[in-house]
Every structure is written in structure tokens, then in C-alpha cells.
């Protein structure tokens, strides 16, 4: 068995994969987007079984899936789940859709259309990029004068993306979020991020808390990455009125921190998944 680890940068999650595999004897290459070239005729994943994706690039991982699918070879996760999870839009809809809570959320392509329906929800409103992740280019605005001045900014910055406004509901939550960490459909591990800043995420400096498993959690993330259809995924949920509400699903979530408050293997386990198929 050999398998494909797609990741233009190998940070500490990567590492801790690649150690995990070598311990069962699995061969394992590193497939870094930058020094490929696709075509009908491309040899580089030949005897490739199966390809964990990794990258931190999302378009091109995107395209990189679609392209190994249409070629037969398995991927996780799915380019399908990959897609419908980095598009904001898209997940928050559907999760809607199908029952699950988020905040309230509005999506407009003007800036008159944005104001207005950040009117609607009322300030303060958070807006973010539809796609991307870290809490990079993510807001807190409490005015519409502050709203006019990021939308400026943003439209000013150029490209298409950059005129589609993302914008919801700012959840007043207990200086804490929640990651759950998915493989497989099972709800493996939790912890807290606390943080006495508004953005709780750890590459903003959220401070990683073990949390227990509930069986609330664990019956919401269950329904969540079934309906769209990720296998191993990091969950975010936050605390409010006595429920939970989500805030994203990440198809390539970072593990180092939940690692460290876990008793649980997160690399083992991803590994011990991947061989299970």
C-alpha cells in the first residue's frame, strides 16, 4: 500500500502522519502541488492507493482532488466534501438547510445590498472572506460606518471574491470556542479554545483546554459530517443559549494543539483510518 500525502508545506501534522505511517511499514510519498505538472499523460501518482489531502493551498487542492477523481483514486477527503466545506456559502447553507444551527448569516454582492443586510441582523456583525481560514480577514464591525470603510477596503484589494459579502451574526460566547476532531464519521476528540480575544482560534493565540466528549457533541458533529460528507474534519462549535451553534467544518485541520490537552493519538488515529480502508 502506498499512500500520497498532498502538502506543499510539511508542518508538525504532517510530520507526526508521515511518523505514524512508517510504523506500520506504509509507504508514503509527499505529493507537493508546486512540483507536479497534471496532464493525461502525468506519472506522478502512479501506484498511489489512496492520497490524505494536506495542503493549505484550497484551490489548488480542490483542483488537485477533481482531477485524482477523475482518475479513480480514492481521496480523503472526497474533492466534493473539500469544495462544499472551503465555501462558506455553500456549507452554512446546506447545514441550515438541513436543520443543523449556525449563526444567523447573509450573503450580499453589493454594498448597498451588505448594509442593508447587516440591518437586518444588527451590529455588531462579523464578516468574513468566503473562503479561507486562520480568522484571517475575518471583522468584528459595531457601525455601518465601519462596514462601508472594510467593504471599501476590501473591493480595493481587487479580484471577485473581494466583492462578496459574508456576513453574520456576532455570537457572544464564553471566551471560548469548541474543535472537534472527526475521522471517519466518529467524533474522536474535543477541546476548548479560550482566549480573552473575540477570535478564539488558535493561530490567533486560543489557548488549547481539554474538553470531554458530550453526548450532545457528539450526536451534532456526527449529523454534521454526514450531510456533507467529510470523513476527517475539524468542527467548530460554539456555546450559546443553552445550544450549540457551527461556526465551520475544516477538511484539513490542524492537530498539534489538540494533541497536546488530548489522550488520544490524532495521527495514530487518522492512520490507523486510512489502513482501515
Known amino acids: 500500500m502506498t499512500v500520497g500525502i498532498l502538502c506543499s508545506k510539511i508542518r508538525l501534522e504532517e510530520k507526526l502522519l508521515f511518523r505514524e505511517f512508517a510504523k506500520k511499514n506504509i509507504e508514503t510519498i509527499q505529493i507537493d502541488p508546486r512540483k507536479i505538472i497534471l496532464s493525461s499523460k502525468t506519472r506522478d ?22 482531477y485524482l477523481g477523475a482518475m479513480g483514486v480514492r481521496t480523503i477527503n472526497s474533492s466534493a466534501a473539500t469544495t462544499l466545506c472551503n465555501n462558506k456559502i455553500l456549507s452554512t447553507q446546506l447545514l441550515e438547510k438541513k436543520g443543523i444551527p449556525v449563526p444567523v448569516t447573509k450573503i450580499a454582492f453589493s ?15 462579523v464578516i468574513k472572506p468566503v473562503w479561507g481560514s486562520w ?5 468584528k464591525i459595531s457601525s455601518e460606518s465601519d462596514l462601508e470603510a472594510i467593504m471599501d477596503h476590501k473591493e480595493g484589494l481587487g479580484g471577485p471574491q473581494h466583492s462578496i459579502f459574508y456576513l453574520q451574526q456576532y455570537i457572544k460566547k464564553p471566551d471560548r470556542d469548541i ?18 480575544h473575540w ?11 481539554k474538553l470531554e466528549l458530550n453526548k450532545e457533541i457528539i450526536a451534532l458533529c456526527k449529523h454534521i459530517v454526514k450531510v456533507l460528507g467529510v470523513e476527517i474534519a475539524g468542527v467548530d462549535l460554539v456555546e450559546h443559549d443553552n445550544k450549540y451553534l457551527v461556526f465551520e ?10 494533541n497536546d490537552v488530548s489522550d488520544v493519538n490524532i495521527a495514530q488515529l487518522m492512520v490507523d483510518y486510512v489502513v482501515s480502508l
Open 45 to 66: 501518482f502512479e501506484g498511489v492507493d489512496l492520497v490524505l489531502n494536506r495542503e493549505i493551498g484550497q484551490t489548488r487542492a480542490e483542483l488537485i482532488l477533481d
Open 111 to 125: 454594498q448597498s445590498m451588505a448594509l442593508a443586510a447587516a440591518h437586518e441582523i444588527g451590529y455588531p456583525i
Open 135 to 139: 480568522g484571517r480577514l475575518v471583522s
Open 179 to 196: 474543535r472537534v476532531f472527526v475521522i471517519g464519521g466518529e467524533p474522536r476528540a474535543a477541546m476548548y479554545r479560550s482566549s480573552s
Open 199 to 209: 477570535l478564539t482560534n488558535t493561530a490567533k493565540g486560543g489557548i488549547p483546554q
Open 249 to 258: 467544518v475544516n477538511t484539513t485541520p490542524e492537530f498539534h494543539g489538540l
